[in-house]
């Protein structure tokens, strides 16, 4: 018999181990022409890594537990230290002789803070249901990501796919669901992303996910249309997801459920020369609204921590080293204030 919800505490996080290796550089070149590096970093990288590592930097008062597999590399070493510093557990961190711990290359120009990945899929791609075990798990919430970006678990499996049958046993077992995606623009995205919409009780996604997974288009002659975010994200809700859609984009986010309830929540507005890079962002907002929704708090608080804790993100290049304590975080909505957005 699963244990109760509220005697429940922790966040599991599963999926992808990444080693980023960020590069500043001076602008984004043309075919065979040259760019400077200005900068360089090795940090985390992937879902499951960046979620935890911002809930560790937040201060997040309850367990936090890492799955997954990396190599029996330097890299692989590199990722369990870190999570050990961080008080994550690396128990069920795997190391495996079978492939290289997955990396990623990240071209981050310096005047946009836009970003283009090179990506090794490495551990990550053999990652697979029989890695997973919730039997006796005490943590409240599992997060899983990316979906499209692991080999072992985008195969079919029951469910749909492997990845669903890991949330459904983890829904099971009395565990809340969460899941991310990456962003991959083919025919193949709702084919792997709807069977698992049953099995969650929250899926994070931005507007170009969300288009791939429903067909409609959110942008608009480069712009992001409110309207039609909140259309797609209803119809996704529909799909089978028990809580909440949260769709982020750079000017807000938005929660909704099958019910029609919605909450939009504005992005901060940040001045000129404070992104240094937008890579990890979304991570950290979803790190933010898991560590509200852990604590039992609204979802609009929620929402408010996490576009504050992405703000916080935005200002250093790597994914997790600008995020700020919870209370730092909330407290750039002061300093900021909010983009001016006028909901649908």
Known sequence: MPEPLNTRAGIIAAGNWIVDHVKV??????????????????????????VLKDLARMGAPFPLEAVGLVGDDEGGR??????????????????????????????????????????????????????FDFDGSRARIFHLGYLLLL????????????????????????LKTSADLVSEISARVAGIVRPALPHLDYLFLNELELTQVTGIETVCEGAVVPELVARAAVQVAGG????????HFPAAVLACNAHGETHWQPA????????????????????????????????????TLGVCTAAASLAHPTCSEGVRPALECLALADQFGYQPFVSP
């Open 78 to 131: 590199f990722i369990r230290e870190d999570c050990t510093r961080h008080r994550i557990d690396v128990t069920r961190l795997r190391r495996t002789p079978a492939a290289p711990t997955s990396y990623t290359d990240v071209m981050t120009e310096q005047a946009s803070g836009r970003r283009t990945f090179f990506h090794c899929r490495g551990a990550n791609a053999e990652l697979a249901p029989e890695h």
């Open 151 to 174: 080999d072992g678990l985008d195969a079919p499996g029951a469910s749909g796919t492997a990845a669903a049958d890991v949330l459904r046993t983890a829904q099971a077992a009395g």
């Open 240 to 247: 089978g997801v028990r809580e909440w859609v949260f769709v």
């Open 268 to 303: 901060l507005q940040l001045p000129a020369g404070y992104v240094q890079g937008a890579v990890g962002a979304g991570d950290a907002l979803a790190s933010g609204v898991l560590y509200a929704l852990h604590e039992g708090l609204p979802v609009a608080e929620a929402l």
């Open 25 to 50: 550089i001076d602008r984004w070149p043309s075919q065979d022409s040259l760019a400077n590096i200005l900068r360089q970093h090795a940090s985390n990288g992937g879902s499951a890594y960046n």
